[in-house]
């Protein structure tokens, strides 16, 4: 089997810097995603981790560290537009498994 | 480009009654994925196509759910009857095969089921 573990919540203020950690334990791992989501709206894909390291964005970043088994997504100078659920997804079997995702509120 | 296209998008029905999903991937994309996201949890993969063979249907509970991808492009998925527990977001993405692919999935707005 495999499990992911992200937090479930988090608040921050405009401009601030968001780190959102996710820890997994799988088989045959190639990589990890991260998508975003809005209320209603469709997952879109964000970045992905093939190789340990820092993959940058724009505003977005991801690390990962395979020998942790753990990876971040790093969101800098949040606007509100970030309000979001952020997933991240373990690629294995040519397939995605998704956590359950961290929900991202931006205050004024 | 499009993007991949899902209908309906709300559907309501009575518990035991039939229902089904259309999905039209993207122009070009082999691979197709059926998720289901319930309430506050990431999708979870039902089935995935690459053309028109389903290559991994291990998720899907065979006794109500089905799937087809005839000609390798539009998809339904179905089921029959229908369960007070799949009420959920009926998610459909499709990519580009393997390589950079799976990874980076487009995902359609989803087909919101209520099962009352």
């Known amino acids: 089997g495999q499990s992911l573990e992200q937090p479930s919540e988090v608040t921050a203020v405009e401009g601030a810097i968001v780190q959102i950690n996710c820890t997994y334990q799988?088989?045959?791992?190639?990589?990890l995603s991260w998508y975003q989501q809005h209320d209603g709206g469709a997952p879109t894909f964000l970045s992905y981790?093939?190789?340990?390291g820092l993959e940058e964005t724009g505003r977005f970043s991801s690390f990962l560290s395979r020998s942790d088994s753990y990876g971040y997504l790093l969101l800098q100078e949040l606007q509100m537009k970030d309000s979001a659920s952020y997933f991240c997804?373990?690629?294995?079997?040519?397939?995605?498994?998704f956590g359950a995702g961290t929900t991202v509120t931006v205050r004024a | 480009e499009a993007g991949v296209v899902q209908s309906p998008r709300y559907k309501i029905i009575e518990k035991k009654q039939p229902v089904a999903f259309w999905c039209n991937p993207i122009?070009?994309?082999?691979?197709l994925y059926w998720y289901r996201q319930n309430l506050g949890q990431g999708p979870e993969l039902l089935i995935r196509?690459?053309?028109?063979?389903?290559?991994?249907d291990s998720q899907l509970p065979k006794d109500r759910f089905s799937a087809e991808r005839l000609k390798g492009v539009d998809s339904t998925l179905k089921i029959q009857p229908a369960e007070l527990g799949d009420s959920a977001v009926y998610l459909c993405?499709?990519?580009?095969?393997f390589g950079t692919g799976p990874n980076e999935q487009f995902f359609g707005p989803g087909t919101r089921l209520t099962v009352l």
């Open positions: 196509y690459e053309n028109e063979e389903a290559v991994d």
């Open positions: 993405a499709s990519s580009h095969g």
């Open positions: 981790n093939g190789l340990d």
């Open positions: 997804a373990v690629l294995n079997d040519y397939k995605l498994s």
């Open positions: 799988t088989s045959g791992f190639y990589g």
């Open positions: 122009s070009g994309h082999n691979t």
